[in-house]
Nanobody, 117 residues
Framework: QVQFAESGGGLVQPGGSLRLSCAAS????????MGWYRQAPGKDRERVAS???????FYEDSVRGRATISRDNAKGTVYLQMNSLKPEDTAVYFC???????????WGPGTQVTVSS
């Protein structure tokens, strides 16, 4: 099973930008769709963006127009560029397959994004 490690989070002011990275421990070539998910305090984890192996993308309304997801299969990495960040974007961000495997061990530690002035 491929493991994921997220990075790039941090504290940013409203209106700022961040680029999140997700490194896979193995080949992503067998994974048709990769996604970025987030979990805010007290809320369920939600998927915010996804990208197919061919580069087709999908965004939830909450981030559409402010986020760009991309993947580099050769490097085994998925990226999420977030612009015009809002306080409601504050969450722990994860990457995983779409749909995610049922095994809870498939989730990495995530990366914390905090948007605050």
């Amino acid at each position: 099973q491929v493991q994921f490690a997220e990075s790039g989070g941090g504290l940013v002011q409203p209106g700022g930008s961040l680029r999140l990275s997700c490194a896979a421990s193995g080949s992503m070539l067998r994974i048709p769709i990769m996604g970025w998910y987030r979990q805010a305090p007290g809320k369920d984890r939600e998927r915010v963006a996804s990208v197919t192996s061919g580069g087709n993308t999908f965004y939830e309304d909450s981030v559409r127009g402010r986020a760009t997801i991309s993947r580099d299969n050769a490097k085994g990495t998925v990226y999420l560029q977030m612009n015009s960040l809002k306080p409601e974007d504050t969450a722990v961000y994860f990457c995983n397959e779409v749909p995610p495997p049922p095994d809870s061990d498939s989730w990495g530690p995530g990366t914390q994004v905090t948007v605050s002035s």
